[in-house]
T-cell receptor, first 115, second 109 residues
Framework: NAGVTQTPKFQVLKTGQSMTLQCAQD?????MYWYRQDPGMGLRLIYY???????DKGEVPNGYNVSRLNKREFSLRLESAAPSQTSVYFC??????????????FGSGTRLTVV | GIQVEQSPPDLILQEGANSTLRCNFS?????LQWFHQNPWGQLINLFY???GTKQNGRLSATTVATERYSLLYISSSQTTDSGVYFC???????????FGGGTRVLVKP
């Protein structure tokens, strides 16, 4: 009953450091996504993976890379962190079965601060 | 890309009051979701509602796809309803969910 699991929950980085955010889902969904949420704003799409082996850029991909390791796992990497990347990061997964039943499931988020 | 606008941006309610939140979108969509983000930051799915009306306890939602808007009704509000409510729309072309800016709700006891 885990759904979408993100690690870590909190992280503080120094400018220029690198790190990888991990995401795993146990619902056998084909599609996975990474979003960021800045204070007082909605979520914006960074990258997504429609299916295993494919990745595509979203609205705000600069400064990030992703890897769809297998059907379950989708990681987000910051190669050289910048203060502008301070945000809360959400991973999500989805499966388009029918329009009526379609929906996204979100993880609980990773709060990242870059100092 | 598609634009999603929510109103009002902020809402303060007395416990027990009713309220309506609105979501307008600029193009046709394949599905629409309402989320509640609680004070701890968790995103909880409330409804997926591409058209018609659904109810779940004190919450209900109506989407009029032809007129490109959706409404979320909160009846007999409780302090636990506080948080941010997001509307998000999905289009198969592009395979992605686009969020509105949210409505921040505070329910006072």
């Amino acid at each position: 009953n885990a759904g979408v699991t993100q690690t870590p929950k909190f992280q503080v980085l120094k400018t220029g450091q690198s790190m990888t955010l991990q995401c795993a889902q146990d619902m056998n969904h084909n599609s996975m996504y990474w979003y960021r949420q800045d204070p007082g704003m909605g979520l914006r799409l960074i990258y997504y993976s429609a299916s295993e082996g494919t990745t595509d850029k979203g609205e705000v991909p600069n400064g990030y890379n992703v890897s769809r390791l297998n059907k379950r796992e989708f990681s987000l990497r910051l190669e050289s962190a910048a203060p502008s990347q301070t945000s809360v990061y959400f991973c999500a997964s989805s499966e388009f079965r029918t329009v009526a039943n379609y929906g996204y499931t979100f993880g609980s988020g990773t709060r990242l601060t870059v100092v | 890309g598609i634009q999603v606008e929510q109103s009002p941006p902020d809402l303060i309610l007395q416990e027990g009051a009713n309220s309506t939140l609105r979501c307008n979108f600029s193009d046709s969509v394949n599905n629409l979701q309402w989320f509640h983000q609680n004070p701890w930051g968790q995103l909880i799915n409330l409804f997926y509602i591409p058209s018609g009306t659904k109810q779940n306890g004190r919450l209900s939602a109506t989407t009029v796809a032809t007129e490109r808007y959706s409404l979320l009704y909160i009846s007999s509000s409780q302090t636990t309803d506080s948080g941010v409510y997001f509307c998000a729309v999905y289009r198969a072309a592009g395979n992605k969910l686009t969020f509105g800016g949210g409505t921040r709700v505070l329910v006072k006891p």
